[in-house]
């Protein structure tokens, strides 16, 4: 079965712009996570969505947000883009997002901003 | 706070066996998972322990001591193909995943 999806693979964007990125989940998943990931820091959580609803959120600003769709694709967005938001943005889907759900990660989108 | 402090890197010979560790301070504690990731590649799922005690999957091992707060993936025969970075996750409530930073994994010839 497809992976999870995620785009676009590489986006540059200059600083004060807006982006949107896109995680199809494995078919019948019905949870989705986002992380960000620097050199050095791990993965950074974002937030996490299940049917449509976002369960948690991690501890970064406002200008993050995020949605899910009723086919369970998500998106995430983020607003006025800062220097230090250059990261990878991986998500994850797993079938319900408890504890002990493995989660299948996607290939990231790598988000340049200068 | 919720934090995991795992080494930065880790050096062993291929055929040897190396030993990753991970100590977490977590508020909610509901088990600890290994992921693995090669450079440019998504992170894959290596285990899971929810419970004290040592889970073993092929050449891969985890064990985890909840009153120590500690846990570690165990990585026997060491292939070159094991270099990669490695990263232990704790599971809070709320479906929360916290990851710690990696560890960087050089197996040598």
């Known amino acids: 079965k497809a992976g999870v999806t995620q785009t676009p693979r590489y986006l540059i964007k200059t600083r004060g712009q807006q982006v949107t990125l896109s995680c199809s989940p494995i078919s019948g998943h019905r949870s989705v996570s986002w992380y960000q990931q620097t050199p050095g820091q791990g993965l950074q959580f974002l937030f996490e969505y299940f049917s449509e609803t976002q369960r948690n959120k991690g501890n970064f600003p406002g200008r993050f947000s995020g949605r899910q769709f009723s086919n369970s694709r998500s998106e995430m967005n983020v607003s006025t883009l800062e220097l230090g938001d250059s990261a990878l943005y991986l998500c994850a889907s797993s079938f319900t997002g408890s504890r002990n759900t493995e989660a299948f990660f996607g290939q990231g989108t790598r988000l340049t901003v200068v | 706070g919720q934090s995991l402090e795992q080494p930065s890197e880790v050096t062993a010979v291929e055929g040897a066996i190396v030993q990753i560790n991970c100590t977490y301070q977590?508020?909610?504690?509901?088990?600890l998972s290994w992921y693995q990731q090669h450079d440019g590649g998504a992170p894959t799922f290596l285990s899971y322990?929810?419970?004290?005690g040592l889970e073993e999957t092929g050449r891969f091992s985890s064990f985890l001591s909840r009153s120590d707060s500690y846990g570690y993936l165990l990585l026997q025969e060491l292939q070159m193909k094991d270099s990669a970075s490695y990263f232990c996750?704790?599971?809070?409530?709320?479906?929360?995943?916290?990851f710690g930073a990696g560890t960087r994994l050089f197996v040598k010839a």
């Open positions: 996750a704790t599971h809070t409530g709320g479906f929360k995943t916290i």
């Open positions: 977590t508020s909610g504690f509901y088990g």
């Open positions: 322990n929810a419970l004290d």
